[in-house]
Nanobody, 127 residues
Framework: QVQLVESGGGLVQVGGSLRLSCAAS????????MGWFRQAPGKEREFVAT????????AYADSVKGRFTIFRDNAENKLSLQMNSLKPEDTAVYYC????????????????????WGQGTQVTVSS
């Protein structure tokens, strides 16, 4: 199993930046495809970004493409999400997730593929 702890959330103004981090412990980090999801008040949790085990492949939701960057440091067992040009609609609790499902190169956008989750970190973008 893997344990995930997010950090880096906070309050930021429109157009600002934040970097979220997710520290992983337990099973070998490269076992997992990693993802970021978010849940805004009154809405369902939604996919934000995902990254392959090696870090060589990534995928993003259309709503964040070009503004957010997902990356991982396998030596440090850390996943990150750099968020730029933040908008009020980015306000949400952000969750780090890990998937150990077999994959022949594909990445997972569905939360059902992820069996391990962090506790979440709040991001609030004020206008």
């Amino acid at each position: 199993q893997v344990q995930l702890v997010e950090s880096g959330g906070g309050l930021v103004q429109v157009g600002g930046s934040l970097r979220l981090s997710c520290a992983a412990s337990g099973r070998t980090f490269t076992t997992y495809i990693m993802g970021w999801f978010r849940q805004a008040p009154g809405k369902e949790r939604e996919f934000v970004a995902t990254i392959s085990r090696s870090g060589g492949s990534t995928a993003y939701a259309d709503s964040v493409k070009g503004r957010f960057t997902i990356f991982r440091d396998n030596a440090e067992n850390k996943l990150s999400l750099q968020m730029n040009s933040l908008k009020p609609e980015d306000t949400a609790v952000y969750y780090c997730a890990a998937s150990d499902k077999p994959s022949t190169g594909q990445l997972f956008r569905s939360e059902n593929a992820y069996g391990y989750w962090g506790q979440g970190t709040q991001v609030t973008v004020s206008s």
